[in-house]
């Protein structure tokens, strides 16, 4: 018996239930335990789906080392200490990071490695590359408290599903996700999905920006990256710490629809390739910050990729590893590039950084 593809499980529930919204059908593509895109086949690097910093270059997991070894030495040498990072991927850039630590042997005697990861083919991925030291949880909260923490995280608030609205006539509404006529996925408006007759219900105007938007305008809201910056922010103020959030995405208020899937590195209709694809938005760093403000921490400046990384060194450090490996000059003027250049990832990707109220991260001492 052929089993049911994601999408087809998709629909029958559809036509059965009604619409859904954005969040639940992001969620599922990604963790459906059965055909999820993290739960079955992710995919990353050069010959995958998609790219990310640390896999652009051993440059950029070294600095993001020597960021956390100052930040250690200002929490004031802690041992132990929980070194976290969430979302670890193929766990190149906690391997890159805890070679830069070398540097510092009492900062890497005092670190307890813990990775927080929901994806069982990454784990093994992680664990193939990292062997016995790291411990592995599938949520912030097992990793147990009362240790001060440095955390990382690179992409993975671009994991965690926003919902969507839409400036309509009538007011705004929700976008969802139901059957087109053909029978086919197809977004639509909270109310007026085909089982649910035609009126659209407006809703408060859930969008920050000035003015009221213009008609088809679409605004996301991403309650799960407030709740986890608020996740993280209580642990800060309870254990003492910091975590550096980095990810693609927005500084400020910003409409837009952020939705994108990729597959081979190219962006292909979210709606056709439920659990096939990866699937994104864009990181919503005004609210990460201003939720993890709520919590009790100190957070931002947002910077740019490029500003942190630059700020960190990478230029020298590039033109250290072109030094010892002339062969190599060109890739890593090229690698740096990507990571820093305004046109690549330079500009787009940003940099949070949230601290326990007495610390002063390096980077961060602006921090409110
Ligand atoms: C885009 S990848 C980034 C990987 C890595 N940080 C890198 O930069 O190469 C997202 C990572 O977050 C993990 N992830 C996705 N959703 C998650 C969740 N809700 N909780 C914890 N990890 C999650 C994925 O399994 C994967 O390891």
Redesign the pocket.
């Known amino acids: 018996m052929r089993l049911m593809s994601l999408l087809d499980r998709l629909k029958a529930q559809i036509a059965h239930d009604g619409p859904i919204g954005v969040p639940e059908f992001f969620t599922r593509c990604?963790h459906d335990p059965r055909d999820g895109y993290?739960a079955m086949r992710?995919d990353?690097g050069a010959g995958g789906d998609f790219i990310?910093?640390?896999?652009v270059s051993q440059m950029f997991g070294e600095l993001i080392g020597l960021w956390a070894v100052e930040t250690w030495t200002r929490m004031g040498r802690p041992s132990p200490f929980r070194l976290v990072e969430?979302?670890?991927?193929?766990g190149?850039?906690i391997s890159d990071l805890l070679r830069a630590g070398r540097l510092e042997p009492a900062f890497l005697a005092a670190a307890e490695v813990w990775l927080?990861?929901?994806?069982e083919p990454?784990r093994a991925k992680q664990a193939a590359r990292l062997g016995e030291g790291p411990r592995w949880v599938g949520r912030l909260d097992e990793v147990p408290a009362g240790a001060p923490m440095i955390l990382v995280a690179?992409?993975?608030l671009d994991?965690?599903p926003a919902r969507q609205f839409v400036r309509t006539e009538g007011g705004w509404a929700e976008r969802v996700i139901g059957l087109g006529e053909d029978g086919e996925l197809a977004f639509g408006l909270r109310g007026l999905g085909k089982s649910a007759g035609a009126e659209i219900t407006p809703i408060p105007n859930p969008s920050p920006i000035e003015g009221e938007g213009s008609i088809g305008q679409i605004y996301e809201s991403s309650p799960a990256q407030a709740a986890l910056a608020s996740d993280i922010a209580h642990r800060l103020v309870t254990d003492g710490g910091a975590a550096l959030l980095i990810d693609y995405g927005r500084d400020a208020p910003e409409a837009g629809d952020t939705l994108q899937a990729l597959r081979n590195h190219a962006k292909v209709d979210p709606l056709k390739t439920a659990g096939l694809a990866d699937l994104t938005v864009w990181a919503d760093f005004p609210s990460v910050v201003a939720a993890a403000r709520e919590a009790g921490v100190k957070a931002g400046p947002i910077l740019t990729q490029g500003e942190f990384l630059r700020a960190l060194g990478i230029e020298q450090r590039a033109q250290a590893l072109s030094t010892a490996r002339p062969d190599r000059a060109d890739q890593i003027g090229r690698q740096l590039d990507r990571l820093v250049g305004e046109a690549q990832m330079g500009a787009l990707f940003k940099v949070a950084c949230l601290a326990a109220p007495d610390l002063s991260p390096p980077l961060f001492e602006d921090a409110t």
């Open positions: 990604l993290y992710p990353l990310t910093a640390p896999l969430m979302g670890p991927g193929d190149t850039l927080v990861e929901v994806s990454l690179n992409e993975l994991c965690l």
